[in-house]
């Protein structure tokens, strides 16, 4: 399935990075388990899985050498683990996890005994894992507990080994994004990357599940409206969330993190949320080249702050907007719990709106 660039889909000045994804950034690695089943409904079966676990590996050592970062809050009605300590500290020292909100305890308890297995110390000098979700129960029966310990280590395995690869990790639905619905079709994982004047990269990866379909707006046209025959969503209230992480290797410390993670909203703006009452839309971003050792000292270094970051300021908002449309492109229609339909983004209607408009 295509990507925004696929169908004609140019988001800013920017040039890319080599895959147009997090992988862009040394080190970083994603990995993602799918939870697919369908089964009789509790208690004879465990109902129908349309769910999973994405994990985002900012640093493998990031126990020994924490990351700068910052995280920030558009609309709360949402949680991340670990939000409050990265706030306080302006640090990350775990890998992100990314599932649905029902999943989150069972992802935490396994992303606990992945550190604890690589790092015996933890037990003296405990972390607080970063954990984030969305909400799937629309295609995603929920009764139960879909999401193991073994989906977790295998995300994270993925993840590990990822790195340093020449194409982008799988997008759409999978993983965490597998249950997820967007702007009034099928939403999930997607992933952009910009480069910018000075070298630095910027990347960013994104869970969609927010907004209404008469909002979708692609490169300013607004395809919500435009596309006919193509049946919403749900009659669900437009709630929904998006979870953004940021990462970049430009050295910024964690107050600057925290004004990067900021824009990831722009982005979504640009795409039609509105951030409604019910919706969580919370962002992390973080340094792979601005660390500290475990007690907070920072490493040697210069770090970029003040006008020096608004190169990655546009940076994040042109990567943000195009992540949420390849989310979509890259997702099929889903039939989920009930005989629930999220409809996939049809990407020739897509490619036509545009054309004719100009793009």
């Not at 139960?144 to 690869?165: C, H, I």
């Amino acid at each position: 399935m295509p990507r925004a660039r696929d169908v004609g889909v140019r988001v800013g000045a920017l040039p890319t990075g080599p895959t147009d994804s997090v992988l862009d950034v040394d080190g970083v690695g994603v990995g993602h388990a799918t939870v697919v089943r369908d089964e009789p409904s509790p208690p004879e079966g465990r109902g129908v899985a349309r769910t999973g676990v994405t994990t985002l590996l900012l640093a493998e050592d990031a126990y020994r050498r924490p990351l700068a970062a910052g995280g920030a809050v558009l609309n709360g009605a949402g949680e991340c683990t670990g939000l409050l300590t990265a706030a306080e500290w302006g640090t990350v020292e775990t890998p992100v996890y990314l599932t649905s909100t029902m999943q989150l305890g069972s992802v935490y308890d396994a992303a606990c005994s992945i550190a604890l297995e690589q790092h015996p110390d933890v037990a003296q000098d405990v972390v607080i894992p970063v954990v984030a979700e969305c909400d799937d129960s629309f295609l995603n029966d929920c009764r139960r507990m879909q999401v193991e310990a073994a989906d977790v280590r295998s995300s994270y395995r993925a993840a590990l080994e990822s790195r340093g690869s020449s194409s982008a990790p799988e997008e759409g639905s999978v993983g965490a994004g597998t249950g997820m619905s967007c702007l009034g079709f099928k939403g999930g994982i997607g992933t952009a990357s910009r480069v910018t004047a000075g070298g630095h990269t910027v990347a960013v990866l994104l869970l969609t599940n927010f907004g209404a379909r008469e909002r979708l707006t692609v490169d300013g046209v607004p395809v919500g409206r435009l596309l006919a025959g193509a049946p919403e969503a749900s009659s669900r209230r437009p709630a929904g969330s998006c979870v953004g992480i940021v990462v970049t290797d430009a050295p910024v410390d964690g107050a600057g993190c925290a004004r990067l993670a900021r824009r990831v909203g722009l982005g979504l703006g640009r795409t039609g949320s509105t951030a409604h009452h019910g919706s969580g839309e919370i962002f992390l971003a973080a340094s792979t080249t601005s660390r500290t050792d475990r007690d907070g000292h920072p490493e040697p270094g210069a770090r970029l702050s003040g006008r020096g970051l608004d190169p990655l300021f546009e940076a994040v908002v042109d990567a943000s907007e195009e992540a949420v449309l390849s989310s979509m492109l890259q997702s099929p229609t889903t039939v989920g719990r009930d005989g629930n339909v999220s409809q996939g983004l049809d990407a020739t209607a897509v490619s036509a709106l545009l054309k004719e408009r100009g793009r």
